[in-house]
T-cell receptor, first 111, second 114 residues
């Protein structure tokens, strides 16, 4: 039972570098989400995709782009990484905002 | 202003003791409320769901309550165990333009000491 799979688990970038976080789910969920988690701030929504072919901004979208490649996959791209983007990133999926299933997270450090 | 407020921010208790975590929300229209448990280094996992018509629901040693009139929920943990050490997050589901966006509280960090 894979559930939600995120890659990579750890990443270190230099300021200005770009990277893409990958996320895939095998539960046939319509909705997928990207969150970041910082100490004392809780989980904050970056972008979400309510269904295949649609994406919308969340609470903290600046500096990020997303692609809903198909129903299974939802990627998050940092075009020019900044130290403020150092965080733990979680991908999640659900059926129309019902119970969220989370990936194991990506710990990103931007130097 | 966060629309889902949790208290306390952190809590330390001794193994075997009980504790209660609080969640107050202002988001609307309300659909349901879930409590998630997040172990260190892992993603959150759903513990229980409360809908508008439910007052109390138990899942083993976890009991959640909901007062939809006052917009308050609590999570009571009975006979705590070391494995209960985690962050507990209250998440309220609202309806927004046909898609459903969960709104997160910042969580309560619980430490259970032997």
């Amino acid at each position: 039972n894979a559930g939600v799979t995120q890659t990579p688990k750890f990443q270190v970038l230099k300021t200005g570098q770009s990277m893409t976080l990958q996320c895939a789910q095998d539960m046939n969920h319509n909705s997928m989400y990207w969150y970041r988690q910082d100490p004392g701030m809780g989980l904050r929504l970056i972008y979400y995709s309510a269904s295949e072919g649609t994406t919308d901004k969340g609470e903290v979208p600046n500096g990020y782009n997303v692609s809903r490649l198909n129903k299974r996959e939802f990627s998050l791209r940092l075009e020019s990484a900044a130290p403020s983007q150092t965080s733990v990133y979680f991908c999640a999926s659900s059926q129309q905002g019902e119970k969220l299933f989370f990936g194991s997270g990506t710990q990103l450090s931007v130097l | 202003k966060n629309q889902v407020e949790q208290s306390p921010q952190s809590l330390i208790i001794l193994e075997g003791k009980n504790c209660t975590l609080q969640c107050n929300y202002t988001v609307s229209p309300f659909s349901n409320l879930r409590w998630y448990k997040q172990d260190t280094g892992r993603g959150p996992v759903s513990l229980t769901i409360m809908t508008f018509s439910e007052n109390t629901k138990s899942n083993g040693r976890y009991t959640a309550t909901l007062d939809a009139d006052t917009k308050q929920s609590s999570l009571h943990i009975t006979a705590s165990q070391l494995s209960d050490s985690a962050s507990y997050i209250c998440v309220v589901r609202v309806a927004s333009g046909g898609s459903y966006i969960p709104t997160f509280g910042r969580g309560t960090s619980l430490i259970v000491h032997p």
